[in-house]
C-alpha cells in the first residue's frame, strides 16, 4: 500500500473512532466560539424615580465612572411611578444587553407581595448586581407632646407610645413603604399601636410632626438630623441593629430595649434576568468596584448612604432576608398596596 494511502486510512480510521460530541465540537464555526464584544452602544440606567431624588442621585454618581471603564456613554433614564414599580418593570423587560436599573429595596422585594397586580415579579424577572448602600431609618418625635415627660429618654417614650395606644399616629410616604412596614414591625416588638397616616412624601411628615398632627414617624437619616439638629424634632432611635456611622449620635433602638429590630432601606442595581451571564458578571464586578472607590464612596455618604458594593451573591441574601421579614409584616398585618 502507499504510503500516502496509509497515512489517509489511518487519519479516516481516526475519524470513525472519534465521538460524535467531538466531531460536532469541530464543526462549529470559530465566530460562536468567541464572545461577542460588548457593549456596543450606550448603557442606559433606569431610575423609577424623578430627578433630583436619592435612587437618581445615586445613579448619576456611577453614570461617569462606568462610563469611563466601559468605553461608553452612560444615560440615566427616569420612568417614574408606582414606588418605582414602573422604572423596575422596564428593566425587568428590557432585551437589548445594555440595560439596568438602579432600585430601592422595595423594588427587589415585596413589590408582587404588597400587589399581586405588579407586572414583574422581582426574584424571576431582576437579577442582582450589587448592593450599593444601605441606611437605618430614624425613629422621629415632637420635641414635646402630652403624655410624654420633659427630657425624657427613648424608654420613657416607648412607655407614654404605649399608654396613648391608637390615640397616637404615625406618617410615612405611603401605604407599603418601607417606613409603613416597619413601623408595623415595631409595633408588633415594641407592644405599642399607633395609627397609620400616609403622606405625600417625607417633607410632608416632618410638617405634620412639627404641627402635632403626627406623634412618631421612621425617617431618613439626613432629614432627621437636619430637623434634629436645627431643634424642632427629635430622635429617639435608629433602626439598625447598632449605632450607625450615618448618625452617630442617635442610640440603636435596641438601646431601648427593643430586641430584634434592624431594620434599613437600601438601593442597587439589577440587570434583567435574561441579560447574558457574562455580562451581568462584567457589570456586577465593575459597579461593586466603582462603589468601594473613595471618591464615590465619599458622594454616596453625603448622598446618606452607607456603601455596601456587594457582589451578585450578597445582594441575592439580602433580597431573600428582607423579603421574608418583610413579608411576614404584610401577611401579619394585612397590609396592601392602595
Known amino acids: 500500500m502507499p504510503r500516502n494511502l496509509s497515512r489517509r486510512a489511518s487519519l479516516l480510521i481516526a475519524l470513525a473512532a472519534a465521538s460524535p460530541w467531538a466531531l460536532a465540537q469541530t464543526a ?41 471603564a466601559l468605553g461608553q456613554p452612560v444615560i440615566v433614564e427616569n420612568k417614574v411611578g408606582a414606588g418605582g414599580n414602573i422604572g423596575a418593570d422596564a428593566v425587568a423587560k428590557a432585551r437589548d444587553d445594555h440595560t439596568i436599573g438602579l432600585m430601592i429595596n422595595g423594588n427587589m422585594t415585596i413589590a408582587k407581595l404588597l400587589n399581586p397586580a405588579v407586572p414583574y415579579d422581582p426574584l424571576k424577572d431582576l437579577a442582582p448586581l450589587s448592593l450599593i448602600g444601605t441606611s437605618p431609618l430614624v425613629l422621629t418625635a415632637p420635641l414635646s407632646q402630652p403624655g410624654v415627660p420633659a427630657n425624657s429618654d427613648a424608654r420613657e417614650f416607648f412607655v407614654a407610645a404605649r399608654n396613648g395606644g ?40 416632618a410638617n405634620a410632626i412639627l404641627g402635632g398632627q403626627l406623634q412618631m414617624a421612621l425617617m431618613p437619616p439626613a432629614l432627621a438630623q437636619a430637623q434634629v439638629r436645627a431643634g424642632k424634632l427629635r430622635a429617639i432611635g435608629v433602626t439598625s441593629a447598632g449605632r450607625s456611622p ?15 429590630f434592624d431594620l434599613e432601606i437600601w438601593n442597587a442595581f439589577a440587570a434583567p434576568a435574561t441579560m447574558p451571564k ?19 464612596r465619599g458622594k454616596l455618604f453625603q448622598q446618606g448612604w452607607q456603601v455596601a458594593g456587594t457582589s451578585p451573591e450578597g445582594l441575592a441574601n439580602r433580597i431573600k432576608a428582607d423579603t421574608n421579614l418583610l413579608g411576614g409584616v404584610i401577611a401579619m398585618r394585612g397590609i396592601k398596596a392602595e
Not at 457593549?39 to 456611577?62: E, Y
Not at 450615618?246 to 430584634?260: F, N, T, V, W
Not at 455580562?279 to 473613595?294: T, W, Y
Open 28 to 68: 462549529k464555526p470559530a465566530a460562536t466560539a468567541a464572545p461577542m464584544a460588548w457593549p456596543t452602544k450606550p448603557i442606559k440606567i433606569i431610575v423609577g424615580f424623578p430627578a433630583g431624588t436619592s435612587p437618581d442621585l445615586t445613579a448619576r454618581t456611577f453614570a461617569e465612572p462606568l462610563s469611563k
Open 246 to 260: 450615618l448618625a452617630p449620635d442617635i442610640p440603636s433602638l435596641s438601646e431601648a430595649g427593643i430586641r430584634g
Open 166 to 205: 391608637d390615640k397616637w399616629s404615625y406618617g410615612t410616604p405611603g401605604v407599603g413603604t418601607v417606613g409603613h412596614i416597619g413601623t408595623e414591625l415595631l409595633k408588633s416588638r415594641s407592644n405599642i399601636n399607633p395609627v397609620h397616616v400616609p403622606y405625600p412624601g417625607y417633607p410632608a411628615v
Open 278 to 296: 457574562p455580562i451581568q458578571a462584567k457589570l456586577a464586578a465593575l459597579i461593586s468596584e466603582i462603589a468601594r472607590s473613595q471618591d464615590v
